[in-house]
């Protein structure tokens, strides 16, 4: 009996050229960060293949070893749809959101500004991610903290914009000075791409 049916190898999505001319995120954090997102998506591949070829015949050790590839799997694939969404959403030129996200932004936030006051000061306090998601059942968006990228989901929420501030993210440009990666997260921000899936999903001011 396979633990995971049907599966097919992924490959990793190619960065637009918009991601190579950031202002104050270099070149160089941009392909240390692909790397590892690539690693996420090969281990995604290797994790699902395991998987596929447990032996369920002894209960007891399986199972142990099914959490582990389990809980593995989360990160992984964590991993994958956080920097789809990090790198897809980068490229612009920053300011204060418009459209459709900019609307949920003044109604649930009250300003641009205390909005990224919000997600700024969550990405400050978190140890891996920040997110901006649109929470179903609430009908409003809210910012929300992950101490790593498996961990502190929000059911039936989707995420519009997420702040990755792993080290990895920063290093490199800004060594230990996160609030200026944030800074600069925020000048690079497409809006445009936010508000394309915010419409793509049937989000509504």
Known sequence: MALAYNHEEIIPRELK???YELDGISRETVDAHYKLYQGYVNKRNEILGKLDGVDLGS???VYSEIRTLKIDLTFAIGG???HEIYFEHLGGH???PSGIFGDLVKRDFGTAADWK????A????GRGWAWAAYDWDEGRLFNYIGDAQNAFPVWNATPLVAL???EHAYFIDFGTDRAAYIDAFFNNLDYDVVNDWAQKYGIRA
């Open 17 to 19: 050229p918009a991601l």
């Open 59 to 61: 209960a007891n050790q």
């Open 80 to 82: 994958i749809k956080n």
């Open 94 to 96: 920053g300011g204060d």
């Open 117 to 120: 006051a919000d997600l700024r």
């Open 122 to 125: 969550t990405g400050m306090a």
């Open 164 to 166: 990755d501030v792993y």
